[in-house]
């Protein structure tokens, strides 16, 4: 069994072959497909796709970007619809309590795309995001671009432990620290093969804290395709190949790690 715990199947570049895309995931031996939110209308559908296949695991969340959309200026280089941010957790908080969501996220922090003017604001949006996944017993999947030491501080201020950082784009020895000394997981986008930090990371985590993710459409293992859950199976056999393990032995240790994080 195989998953992937983060992927966007609510991007446009799925609009006209979502069922497809789903069905070729399941016949690759994908039992779970956490689909990520951002912002109000990614995490409404998730929540739709969720009731429509079963295998589609909703987790909603507020990208970090979008938690500052009410502070963007006119110009700023990424389509972002301004939404009352506030009334978005009141949401999540209200969906999570129904027990029906695998995880809360994604949600983190940016230094980016956006300025230390928005920096009070992400935190504030992060750290509601990760209360939330606390009080309701909830892993919290977590983005974060040149603010990864931030993160871990207000995730060990807030007492965090089912955490998972997607596509994990700092320091790999801090990576290896946290998953030993906080049990932090760590989900290796499909594109492992061309990345040395991502290489490294399969080769080196403790074993128990590995997760695959696509990120889907992003990272796809060849540049010209576009990203699809189905990829995650290369990564399995990637992870196989560096620890000199068996593809089932891969399989079976990443799905175990998987139940791990939902079940904390």
């Known amino acids: 069994m195989y998953v992937d715990i983060h992927t966007h199947l609510t991007h446009q570049k799925f609009q006209h072959d979502l069922a497809e895309t789903i069905e070729r995931a399941s016949s690759a031996g994908l039992e779970a497909i956490v689909v990520n939110g951002l912002e109000p209308e990614s995490n409404r559908a ?22 500052v959309c009410n502070q963007l200026s006119a110009d700023f280089p990424l389509e972002v619809e301004s939404f009352d941010v506030d009334a978005e957790i009141a949401f999540i908080d209200s969906q999570a309590a129904t027990g029906q969501l695998l995880a809360i996220g994604e949600c983190g922090l940016d230094g980016h795309w956006v300025g230390e003017d928005t920096f009070a604001e992400q935190e504030r949006v992060f750290e509601a995001l990760v209360d939330i996944a606390m009080r309701h017993d909830l892993p919290a999947i977590i983005h974060t671009r040149k603010r990864e030491l931030r993160a871990a501080e207000i995730l060990r201020h807030l007492g965090a432990t089912r955490v998972d950082f997607h596509c994990y784009g700092g320091k790999v020895k801090n990576a290896l620290r946290w998953a030993r000394e906080d049990g932090w997981w760590f989900s290796i986008p499909a594109n492992a093969r061309r990345n040395e930090a991502f290489t490294k990371l399969l080769r080196e985590l403790p074993a128990e804290r590995v997760l695959t993710e696509t990120d ?38 990443v799905w175990s790690n998987y139940q791990d994080l939902q079940q904390g």
């Open 46 to 67: 998730i929540l739709d796709m969720a009731e429509r296949w079963p295998v589609v695991k909703p987790a909603l969340g507020i990208y970090p970007i979008d938690a």
């Open 216 to 253: 889907a459409p992003y990272l796809s293992p060849d540049r010209e395709v576009r990203n699809e859950p189905a990829n995650v199976v290369g990564t399995v056999d990637y992870l196989a190949e560096l620890r000199n393990w068996s593809v089932d032995q891969a399989r079976a240790q």
